[in-house]
Structure formats: structure tokens, C-alpha cells
């Protein structure tokens, strides 16, 4: 049995929902009340192992299950990686990364229900998520390339300024994270929470989200003024530009209206779309060599969706993003 490209980037963008829909479900499961739906892990209670006697049992059980669909399809791309035509190193690593991250998310989800949903572990489980979900993202962008090492697409400091941005974005949702441990939505009404003031971490968060958002507007005018780059950033810049303006007006929104359950929801999934951008730009930076073109090491790229690579490529040779 063997698997093409095309069909292993198919594989791979699978993986990458799951992993992207998990997080929503997760927070909706806190966000219902739900995070104690089922007080034992990894059965639903000391007595049943599956039970959805109530709507929380029933949300947090459903979850887990969906839980279990992700481990499949990250299962799947392990072995598909490994049965890839032509096999590759760094697709291999990459599926194997998202196998360790689930079984980590996994025990950290147990020790969340155990410990009471402690924000500390909850904050740990959505950062784990955000950590796994790049890895999916990697994955997905390596297999849809041919495994040539990559050459610059911009100039080194517009690709250090990229990365910058992409760095303030994650403190944005590191401290985000924060403001979800303080606030009223802990997953059960007795959660423990962060002994912040509300306002003052929501503040913090806020500087945050504004200094990325700054930090891109600089870039963006930065690139309209003249040269080629805009042409390769332009469009994932637009795009991430926008993405944040809105998850800041919802953020804004729901902090002013009483961080309604839905608008929440809304922000997650605003928190997702952002960090994909985020991500899709920083890969923008960097192209993989086109086939034919001599690169840093003197080889040349042939790789086909059918074709065999050079062995050197076939490992994956270069940085995987």
C-alpha cells in the first residue's frame, strides 16, 4: 500500500481541522459549564465509564469522543507519512509530533478534571492546543511542497519582523488565556480562578492585541511603499490585518456587554483563525526551492507528486517551516 502527495495533503489538512474544531469544542465545553460534566478520567464517573444522564455529562462526554476522532486522524497521518511516495523525513517527525501532543493533551485533560479545572491546567491545555495546532499547520504546508529546502522569499529583516508579529500574537494569546482563568467562565460555577483583577489583565491583554495589530499596520505601509514584497506578503498580511481588527471589536464587545456565552465562542474561534494567518504568513516569508533550481547545496529539486526525489530531499532536508 502506498500513498501520493496529493493524497497524503489531503491526510494532512484532515488532521488539521480536527485539530483546529477540537479547540472550539473544548472551550465550549467550558463555556456551557460542562468542564465536570464527568468528575473522573479517563471513565465518566467511578461507576460508568460512558454517561449522559445529564446535559453536562452528556457535552464533556461528547467531547471526549470527538477527542478520539482527533487521535485517529492524527493516527492516520503518521501512517500515511509512512507509506508515502516518496517517503519523507521531515513529514514523519512532523505526524509524529502531533501523536505526542494529543497523548500530552490527553493526560493534561485528565489532570484538569482531577484538579477542579485549576485554571493553571486549563490554561496549560488551550496553550498545548495553540502548540499542536502549528504543528498541524507545518505538516500540511511541508506536504503540500516537495521537500526542496527553502530560499528566501523577502529580505531577511521583513521575515524577523514577520516573526515578531507572530511572537506578539502568541503573547496576545498567552494572556488571553489569563483573562479566561480570571473570568466568569471556569467550566464549572466552583472552579478555582486567578485572583486578578479583570480589568487589569483584560488591559494587559488588550496592549497586546493592540502592539501586534501595530506592529502589522507598520509592516503593511512599510511594504506599500515600494518593492517586491508586497506582492508575496500582501495578501496573508491583508488577511491577518483584518482578522485581528475583528477579534479585537469582539473582544471589545463582549468585555463591555457581561462576556456573553456566544460572543466567547465567537473569540475562540476568532483566536484560531488569527493564529492560522499568523502562521500562513510566516510561511510566506519562505518558499521551497522551484523545481530545477540549484540551491544553497548545489542539488536541484525534482520531486513530482509521482516522482521520486533526490535522497537528500527525501529526508526533508532544510528547516521544516
Request: charged residues 15%; aromatic residues 6%; proline residues 4%.
Amino acid at each position: 500500500m502506498s500513498v501520493t502527495p496529493a493524497i497524503y495533503r489531503k491526510i494532512a489538512l484532515s488532521a488539521l481541522v480536527a485539530l483546529a474544531i477540537i479547540i472550539v469544542t473544548g472551550a465550549l465545553v467550558r463555556l456551557t459549564g460542562s468542564g465536570l460534566g464527568c468528575p473522573d478520567w479517563p471513565a465518566c464517573s467511578r461507576s460508568e465509564f460512558v454517561d449522559v444522564s445529564s446535559g453536562h455529562r452528556a457535552i464533556e462526554q461528547l467531547n471526549r469522543v470527538f477527542t478520539g476522532l482527533v487521535a485517529v486522524a492524527v493516527i492516520v497521518a503518521v501512517l500515511g507519512s509512512l507509506v508515502r511516495v516518496p517517503r519523507r523525513k521531515d513529514l514523519v517527525l512532523l505526524s509524529l509530533g502531533l501523536v505526542v501532543g494529543v497523548i500530552a493533551q490527553i493526560v493534561l485533560g485528565g489532570i484538569t478534571v482531577l484538579t477542579d479545572l485549576n485554571p493553571i491546567a486549563v490554561q496549560g491545555h488551550f496553550a498545548l492546543s495553540i502548540a499542536i495546532l502549528t504543528d498541524a499547520l507545518v505538516l500540511h504546508r511541508r506536504a503540500s511542497e516537495d521537500g526542496a529546502p527553502y530560499r528566501p522569499a523577502v529580505p531577511p529583516h521583513l521575515r524577523r519582523w514577520v516573526l515578531t508579529a507572530w511572537a506578539l500574537i502568541g503573547g496576545a494569546v498567552l494572556t488571553g488565556t489569563v483573562v479566561t482563568g480570571t473570568g466568569p467562565h471556569g467550566g464549572d460555577e466552583h472552579a478555582h480562578r486567578f485572583d486578578f483583577a479583570i480589568s487589569s489583565v483584560a488591559r494587559v491583554h488588550s496592549i497586546v492585541v493592540l502592539v501586534a495589530t501595530a506592529t502589522l499596520l507598520l509592516l503593511a505601509w512599510r511594504l506599500r511603499r515600494g518593492g517586491g514584497a508586497w506582492e508575496v506578503l500582501g495578501e496573508p498580511l491583508t488577511a491577518l490585518i483584518v482578522a485581528l481588527v475583528f477579534q479585537g471589536a469582539i473582544g471589545y464587545t463582549q468585555y463591555f456587554n457581561g462576556v456573553p456565552v456566544g460572543l466567547v465562542a465567537v473569540h475562540v474561534v476568532g483566536a484560531v483563525v488569527v493564529w492560522c494567518l499568523a502562521a500562513k504568513l510566516a510561511f510566506a516569508t519562505r518558499r521551497s526551492a522551484a523545481p530545477g533550481v540549484l540551491v544553497a547545496d548545489g542539488t536541484a529539486n525534482r520531486e513530482r507528486d509521482g516522482a521520486p526525489a533526490a535522497q537528500s530531499h527525501s529526508a526533508g532536508s532544510g528547516a521544516v517551516w
